[in-house]
């Protein structure tokens, strides 16, 4: 047994296109279980970050602008990040999302299913997951806080931060 765990994002054309039911039912055929999930708002600052890997294509802009929503419109500004856990978790995500070009992606994926490749070159492929265990848990640190996960999957520590934070009123 290989207990893993695996980032994965519904990028914003999944968001606009309202798949993400069709998205989270094809995943859960992986029978894993959801330890963390939650809409963010991404930022430049996380997109360069989530794609540093990148920084030196010539399609590295795109990529952060696609990720961030911005060829979708205000509404669209956002990702549903979520992490699956559970046995060979990466493998059995990866195969159901399938190859990240949908144009060769196995028809029978969610890429396949449901990606597309825009005139510009532009791979839109509705969804993000991980593609080994190191790649994991850099991301799932980098798009969730400890606290933001129900099981304690990495070693965390107790510190004391001084900074401003948005509360309710």
């Known amino acids: 047994m290989n207990m893993q765990q695996t980032l994965v994002i519904i990028k914003p054309d999944g968001l606009k296109k309202s798949l993400t039911g069709n998205i989270l039912t094809r995943l859960s055929e992986a ?20 794609y540093a890997h990148l920084k030196e294509r010539p399609f590295f802009e795109e990529v952060l602008k696609y990720i961030c929503g911005e060829l979708y419109g205000e509404q669209y500004h956002r990702v549903l990040a979520l992490i699956y856990e559970g046995d060979d978790a990466i493998d059995k995500v990866r195969k159901l999302a399938g190859s990240t070009n949908p144009e060769i992606a196995e028809p029978t994926s969610i890429r396949g299913q449901y990606g597309r490749l825009t005139s510009a070159g532009l791979f839109e492929n509705v969804l993000h997951c991980s593609s080994n265990e190191e790649e994991a848990e850099r991301e799932i640190k980098l798009w969730f806080e400890p606290d933001e996960i129900v099981d304690a999957i990495y070693a965390v520590t107790q510190a004391e931060i001084k900074s401003k934070k948005t509360v309710w009123m």
């Not at 999930?37 to 970050?49: D, G, H, I, N």
């Open 31 to 50: 029978k894993l279980r959801i330890v963390g999930a939650k809409v963010v708002r991404v930022s430049r600052e996380l997109a360069e970050r989530h």
